[in-house]
C-alpha cells in the first residue's frame, strides 16, 4: 500500500511590501555594492530581500539575520536553491558583541525597514555594530521611511509615524538629520540618498578610515 503523507507545511513567509520594493532596492545596490565580498542583511524578516539580491548579485556572499530566530526557517526555504547565500545569524542590533566571528569581516551592509520598527537603540545598536565589522569604505544601506530636517517628507508617512507610535512608543520613523549624526559619531559617513518609491529612501553611508 502506497504511503499517504500529509501535506508538509511551507515555512515560507510573505511580506508583500517585500515584493513591492525589492526591485528598486536591487537598482541601488548595483549601484553602490562592491563587485566582490560577504554583504551582512540585518533583520532579514521573511528572507524574501536576500533571496532576490543574492539570485541576482551571485558573485556576492549574502549573510542574512534576524534577532527573531522564528523566520530562520522562513529565509532558509526562500534561500534554499542559492549556495552564495549562507544560514541565518541570530543578531540583535542591540547587543554588544555581533557573532559574526573574527573571520566574517563585511564588505557591505544591508538593513530594510528595521529602524523605525524597533526601538532608537536598535539604530543605536546597529551602528555600533556595523562600525565594528564593516571593512573601510563599504557601505551601509539604510531602507525605510525617513524625516528630512525634522519634518515627514509625506503625509502618509506622518500617518504611519502615527500608527508606529501609537503600536509602541519607543518605536517611529526615524530622522535622517540624526541617523546621519549618530553615524558620523561611529566613523560611518553619509555618501548618498537614493529617493524610492512610496516616499521611502535608500540611505548610503560609508566606513571611514579607523
Ligand atoms: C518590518 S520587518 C522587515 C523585514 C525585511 N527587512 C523587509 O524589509 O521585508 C522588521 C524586522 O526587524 C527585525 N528586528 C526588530 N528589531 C531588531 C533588532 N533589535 N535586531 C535585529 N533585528 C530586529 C524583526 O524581527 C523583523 O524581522
Not at 525634522?150 to 520613523?173: I, K, M, Q
Amino acid at each position: 500500500m502506497s504511503e499517504v503523507r500529509p501535506p508538509l507545511e511551507d515555512p515560507r513567509l510573505d511580506y508583500p511590501a517585500t515584493q513591492r520594493n525589492r526591485e528598486a532596492i536591487l537598482a541601488v545596490l548595483r549601484e553602490v555594492l562592491p563587485a566582490q565580498g560577504t554583504v551582512l542583511e540585518l533583520a532579514s524578516g521573511s528572507g524574501q530581500h536576500v533571496a532576490f539580491f543574492a539570485s541576482a548579485l551571485p558573485q556576492l556572499r549574502w549573510q542574512p539575520s534576524d534577532h527573531d530566530p522564528s523566520v530562520f526557517a522562513s529565509i532558509a526555504a526562500w534561500t534554499a536553491d542559492l549556495d552564495n547565500v549562507a544560514a541565518p545569524l541570530q543578531i540583535d542590533a542591540t547587543s554588544p558583541t555581533w557573532p559574526l566571528g573574527p573571520d566574517l569581516a563585511c564588505d557591505a551592509v544591508i538593513c530594510a525597514n528595521m529602524i523605525h520598527i524597533s526601538p532608537w537603540a536598535a539604530c543605536l545598536g546597529l551602528l555600533d555594530g556595523v562600525s565594528g565589522c564593516l571593512r573601510e569604505a563599504g557601505p551601509l544601506c539604510l531602507y525605510g521611511p525617513f524625516m528630512r530636517g525634522g519634518v515627514h517628507t509625506a503625509p502618509s508617512n506622518e500617518a504611519f509615524d502615527h500608527s508606529l507610535r501609537s503600536r509602541d512608543p519607543s518605536w517611529g520613523v526615524r530622522d535622517l538629520d540624526v541617523v546621519e549624526q549618530a553615524a558620523a559619531q561611529r566613523g560611518l559617513v553619509l555618501d548618498r540618498v537614493f529617493e524610492m518609491p512610496a516616499n521611502n529612501l535608500t540611505v548610503v553611508l560609508r566606513r571611514t578610515k579607523r
